[in-house]
């Protein structure tokens, strides 16, 4: 007589197995640790993405004085300054985002500045540039 697991059968045995394959085995061709049935399907040809703002304002926590869009610019320019930068001047500026692949717009908004001044912060250069800060922090 042979002796196996008396709590399940070969079927339920294999379907549990089934079940936690992807936690074991993690991504690749044993499984995935995502559901297949969660996975979002793309948008079709004539529909739009999707995305998690779908009208208005995409940040609700824009601080007085700057709209959403206002912070997403100041921090895309900011992506392309490095803190070793700062404090620094107009060429130094350029040369930093240049070194930081940034793309032509940024390299070109920072072209406008003045020459001759120092800036401590992104927000300054931001201000330089002619552009609003927020009103008031914290």
Do not use: C
């Not at 070969?10 to 995502?34: I, N, Y």
């Not at 940040?59 to 700062?86: H, N, W």
């Not at 406008?112 to 002619?130: D, F, H, I, M």
């Amino acid at each position: 007589m042979e002796r196996g697991s008396s709590k399940h059968g070969p079927r339920l045995d294999e379907q549990m197995s089934q079940e936690v394959s992807g936690l074991l085995q993690g991504p690749g061709t044993g499984g995935s640790r995502v559901d297949e049935a969660r996975v979002p399907e793309p948008a079709g040809e004539d529909q739009p993405e999707v995305t998690t703002a779908p009208a208005g304002e995409t940040r609700t926590g824009a601080p007085k004085g700057m709209s959403s869009e206002d912070v997403e610019e100041r921090s895309r320019l900011g992506r392309f300054i490095t803190m070793s930068a700062l404090p620094g001047d107009r060429e130094g500026l350029i040369a930093n985002a240049r070194d930081n692949d940034a793309p032509d717009d940024i390299v070109a908004e920072l072209e406008r500045l003045p020459e001759g001044t120092r800036y401590q912060t992104v927000s300054e250069v931001w201000a330089a540039l002619g552009h609003k800060n927020e009103t008031t922090r914290w």
